[in-house]
């Protein structure tokens, strides 16, 4: 429990300062007339869904290049593809590459009689 209440901390302190780096909003703190402090915060909306659009965006762009340069060539549907113009997929490794996350294909274990 202790270790969740930790990760949400992090989590929480990761976001705040990501904002302020960002500029997602601003804090003014100042005292009024009584001496008392007073905080101010303005969140700027349109920065924020304009940089979270442009994150997923580019998240979304560099998927489909990895997936475009690791997958197979699109072809029309209910044609075949030309085997000697069409490259051959890369043979799958044995040692951890990652690719697992973004393949296309899953790879195959071989299984015992």
Same mark, same amino acid.
């Given at each position: 429990? !202790?270790?969740?209440?930790?990760?949400?901390?992090?989590?929480?302190?990761?976001?705040?300062?990501? *904002?302020?780096?960002?500029?997602?909003?601003?804090?003014?703190?100042?005292?009024?007339? $009584?001496?008392?402090?007073?905080?101010?915060? $303005?969140?700027?909306?349109?920065?924020?869904s304009d940089?979270? +659009?442009?994150?997923?965006?580019?998240? *979304?762009?560099?998927?489909? $290049?990895?997936?475009? !340069?690791e997958g197979? &060539?699109?072809?029309?549907?209910?044609?075949? @593809?030309?085997?000697?113009?069409? @490259?051959? &997929? @890369?043979?799958?490794?044995?040692?951890? +590459?990652?690719?697992?996350?973004?393949? &296309?294909? !899953? @790879?195959? +274990?071989? !299984? +015992? &009689?």
């Amino acid at each position: 429990m !202790r270790n969740l209440l930790a990760l949400i901390g992090l989590f929480v302190v990761v976001f705040v300062g990501v *904002g302020w780096y960002c500029e997602w909003y601003t804090l003014d703190i100042q005292k009024n007339s $009584e001496g008392k402090l007073q905080i101010q915060t $303005e969140v700027n909306t349109n920065k924020v869904s304009d940089d979270a +659009s442009g994150f997923f965006q580019t998240i *979304g762009r560099l998927i489909s $290049e990895k997936m475009e !340069r690791e997958g197979t &060539p699109k072809t029309a549907p209910g044609s075949t @593809p030309d085997p000697a113009t069409s @490259p051959t &997929p @890369p043979a799958p490794t044995n040692s951890f +590459s990652g690719g697992w996350l973004f393949s &296309p294909q !899953r @790879p195959t +274990s071989p !299984r +015992s &009689p």
